[in-house]
Every structure is written in C-alpha cells, then in structure tokens.
C-alpha cells in the first residue's frame, strides 16, 4: 500500500490536527485516516429509511438517560 503524505502552510490547521489527535490519543497519521472516514460517511452514507428522525432523537435521549 502506498504511503501519502500530507502538506500545508496553514498553521492554524497544523495546530487544529494537532490538538484533534492529542484529544483523540491518535497519532497524526491516525486521526486524518479517522476524518477522512468521517467525510467519507457524511458524503456517501444512505439514511437508514426504517428510522424517522424522531426515533433517533428518542434513541439519543434514552442513551443520555442512562449514562
């Protein structure tokens, strides 16, 4: 598999990523693997038709609750 490397002079980007993957305790390389997954679900990703937005909105809250 190919190696990509990634460059830019935009700082605050630099400093941004940095701080994602401290957070996240991902390496640099790790993290831009994780949002471009992210991207990737966000672009791509099909709606599941058998949940409305309501039940979602119910699920998230019920998961809130129990935590």
Request: net charge negative; aromatic share 8%.
């Amino acid at each position: 598999m190919p190696d990509f490397y990634i460059r830019t002079s935009d700082q605050e980007v630099e400093r941004m990523l940095k701080q994602l993957a401290e957070e996240d305790m991902r390496s640099i390389s790790m993290e831009v693997a994780w949002l471009i997954r992210q991207e990737w679900a966000r672009r791509y990703s099909q709606p599941n038709p058998a949940i409305s937005v309501a039940d979602a909105m119910l699920a998230s809250e019920e998961v809130k609750k129990g935590e």
